[in-house]
């Protein structure tokens, strides 16, 4: 018994390393597809701009976009635009999780509050909160507060729908479990409903965040002084390409790191769930 | 005082979509303190409703569940559960799931009696190396023996298991059962154990109860005269197997009986 033991511990270190190993080995073929998917998209950009296949004047250079991007950079513009965005989408969104975490939990512990809003989520889960946008301004004005409510109604309700159908989902058993060991509601709640809701708040939050970009991009092409959309109406305005197409860019970029966040915190906090792959 | 359960005239009838079911018919048997008593019957004998009705997590249409005198009103730390799908929090590691009952405040100790008797237990079910592990990392039979050790933290009068092994592959089961025998050995505990075993049954049980069907009564109780501890090898002897053949023969023709009552 011992022994078998022994040779199986041996056993599972080597595997362990060779899984680090092979783990490392696909992390960095993963960059270089990555780096490769992006490379061919810019070669053939600067290929048919060459061979005239678009018509250069409608698209800038590579060298052009990044130019606009150091310019504006240097007088402090492109900051201001894009610290605009981030903060409407960070208030918008953390006020639409809250407030979706608060009445998932509502929804999914009482039975009369989740027959009574079922019907009405569903109906505004449909609606798309870009719709919402002309109301909004001439209830609030063009000002903050218009894009910020749109904002936080982008982020509620697919952060709701997640996390009051996570909590319908839940298993009793592990519920049963815990009262007989002696758990009270409170303790229920806190220690065995909470750390299983956790993944389903990130996925919520992954959700939102991207409801929310989307969101955000749309009013601040719609109205709006300052901003990365903002940004690109005054480029089409003007017909400076560079600007544009740096404002489409930027909008990708930061979308995919804010994505790419939220998937990080996921791995580190719910490293015990089961993985299907 | 009356030690140990007392099952008291317990009936238990289900009002379901398609009309009433009658579950459980007038259950009358005492478990006396130390007692390993299984129940075994065909499925839909009523026997898992009878473990969650003195689990507490049940109430009976009729009659009630006593432990040493006290009526069951609902589940409780005096009574640990350990079910089929072995119900170990994966959230947790192995050392935090064994830990849980004792940081509620139905129990709460110490940190220090706590690390005493986590590593108690642990060392008990023999998953020394796994206390830091996930459950997801985790065979079925190690899960099963993290759920033992967590109903044992409390250290509940009773422990009440609902076809714990059903789920193991065979090897597995009997190493498993000759493990809860060798736990109990150590730690006694009254067991209510409900299996559909017969094997099971007549290895780890001083008494075994046969149920009948539709509606679950008692059908036969059949006392296992053999000591213990229990040797593995008991399995092979004459004795053994005259006591099985016994038990098969009333599980046998209680499944006849449903078989004929379903043509």
């Known amino acids: ?277 | 005082m009356q030690k140990g359960i007392v099952v008291d005239d317990v009936s238990m009838t289900y009002e379901g979509v398609a009309g009433r079911v009658e579950a459980l018919r007038d259950i009358s048997l005492c478990v006396a303190p130390g007692e390993f008593i299984s129940f075994i019957g065909p499925s839909g004998c009523g026997k898992t409703t009878l473990m969650n009705i003195i689990a507490g997590f049940l109430e009976p249409t009729s009659g009630q569940v006593l432990i040493d005198d006290r009526r069951v009103m609902g589940p409780g730390p005096d009574r640990g559960v350990v079910f089929q799908q072995y119900a170990v929090f994966p959230w947790l590691t192995v050392r935090e799931n064994v830990e849980f009952g004792l940081t509620l405040s139905a129990n709460r100790k110490s940190a220090s009696e706590r690390k005493e008797i986590v590593d108690r237990l642990i060392d008990l079910v023999g998953l020394r190396d796994f206390q830091n592990a996930y459950p997801k990392e985790l065979s079925g039979g190690m899960k099963q023996r993290v759920a033992i050790a967590r109903a044992y933290a409390v250290d509940p009068e009773v422990l009440l298991m609902d076809e714990p092994f059903g789920a193991l592959d065979a090897q597995t089961r009997q190493f498993m059962q000759e493990a809860l025998l060798q736990i109990l050995e150590r730690e006694r505990k009254t067991v209510v154990f409900i299996t559909h075993g017969v094997e099971e049954a007549a290895f780890l049980s001083s008494r075994v109860v046969v149920m009948a069907t539709r509606p679950g009564r008692i059908r036969k109780e059949i006392p296992i005269p053999l000591d213990y501890p229990r040797d593995p090898a008991i399995r092979r002897s004459p004795h053994f197997i005259e006591i099985r053949a016994e038990i098969e023969r009333h599980v046998r023709e209680e499944f006849e009986k449903q078989r004929e009552g379903a043509l």
Request: proline share 4%.
């Open chain 1, 1 to 277: 018994m011992m022994a078998r033991r022994e040779k199986g511990a041996t056993t599972q270190a080597e595997s362990e390393l060779r899984n680090r190993e092979k783990r490392r080995r696909e992390r960095l073929q993963r960059l270089g597809y990555f780096c490769a998917s992006f490379g061919i998209i810019l070669a053939v950009w600067e290929l048919s701009r060459a061979v005239h296949v678009v018509n250069p004047k409608l698209f800038p250079p590579i060298l052009e976009v990044l130019q606009s991007g150091v310019r504006m950079l240097g007088d402090g513009s492109l900051q201001a635009h894009m610290s605009a965005s981030f903060m409407r989408v960070l208030v918008g969104f953390f006020q639409g999780i809250v407030m979706a975490v608060v009445l998932g939990f509502l929804i999914g512990w009482f039975r009369v509050a989740r027959m009574l809003l079922d019907p009405v989520i569903n109906f505004f889960r449909a609606l798309p909160p870009i719709a919402l946008i002309p109301l909004m301004i001439i209830f609030f004005g063009i000002g903050e507060t218009s894009k910020v409510v749109v904002l936080t109604y982008a982020s509620f309700f697919p952060a709701l729908v997640v996390i009051y159908q996570a909590l319908v989902g839940l298993d009793p058993l592990y519920i049963r479990a815990a009262r007989a060991l002696g758990a009270n509601n409170l303790e229920i709640f806190r220690k065995v409903i909470l750390p299983q809701l956790v993944p389903h708040i990130i996925t919520a939050c992954r959700v939102s965040l991207g409801v929310c970009w989307a969101t955000l991009v749309a009013a601040e092409l719609i109205a709006a002084q300052k901003g990365i959309g903002a940004m690109m109406v005054d480029a089409q305005n003007f017909f400076q390409m560079a600007p544009l197409v740096l404002g489409i860019i930027l909008i990708g970029a930061i979308s995919l790191a804010m994505d790419g966040f939220v998937r990080w915190i996921e791995r580190r906090v719910t490293g015990w769930q089961e993985k299907l792959a």
